[in-house]
């Protein structure tokens, strides 16, 4: 518990191997505690999303990522990082042996807790091959730091893509 807010904080270090069966307990072991809002945290050794979350030379595997994306379905869970930087690749790991860049360290949360969360960081890549995760939370029943989200003003002056949100606007008026 932490200012009234209540959740559970699950700390996990996956297998650098496929195994199928790590995943199964992983969320066997992640359902029991579900009477709590749940933080699931570590270093899960696989990418969510190829395109994203890995650089480099080394190509991912087709399968990369069910695992993973099946432990978050399962447990109705969200990764903080993505949602708050969608569209954003940095990376949480350095493989050196294969050249490679990946995301691999999570902080994955139950949506009712991350509304509390006002901001997540990685760290710099500076004391090991991970970079340290940082998150800013709110308690309940205070002030979120997090600012609401507004219309990008610069993008009113573009007249290109005025005309595209008003070719769309008419698609859906219709």
């Known amino acids: 518990q932490l200012q009234g ?3 559970y904080l699950l700390g996990v270090y996956g297998q650098n191997t496929p195994d199928p069966s790590f995943w199964r307990s992983l969320i066997s072991l992640c359902s029991s505690y579900q009477d709590h809002p749940l933080f699931l945290v570590g270093d899960l050794n696989t990418i969510v999303d190829a395109s994203l979350d890995r650089s480099g030379p080394v190509p991912p595997s087709s399968h990369e990522g ?4 099946a432990l978050m379905d399962s447990l109705d869970l969200v990764d903080a990082w993505r949602m708050l930087h969608p569209t954003e690749r940095d990376h949480t790991h350095t493989s050196r042996a294969h050249g490679t860049h990946s995301q691999i360290d999570y902080i994955f949360t139950s949506p009712a807790l991350f509304s509390s969360i006002d901001a997540m960081e990685h760290g710099p890549l500076e004391i090991s ?5 940082f998150l800013d939370l709110t308690p309940p029943n205070q002030p979120s730091l997090r ?3 507004r219309f990008p003003a610069f993008l009113y002056k573009d007249k290109e893509f005025f ?12």
Not at 66 to 69: C, F, G, H, S
Not at 129 to 133: E, G, K, V
Request: proline share 4%; net charge negative.
């Open 129 to 133: 091959d991970h970079s340290m995760l």
């Open 163 to 174: 005309q595209y949100l008003l070719s769309k606007w008419k698609d859906y008026s219709v």
């Open 66 to 69: 069910q695992d993973l994306q």
């Open 147 to 149: 600012h609401p989200w």
């Open 5 to 7: 807010m209540e959740f």
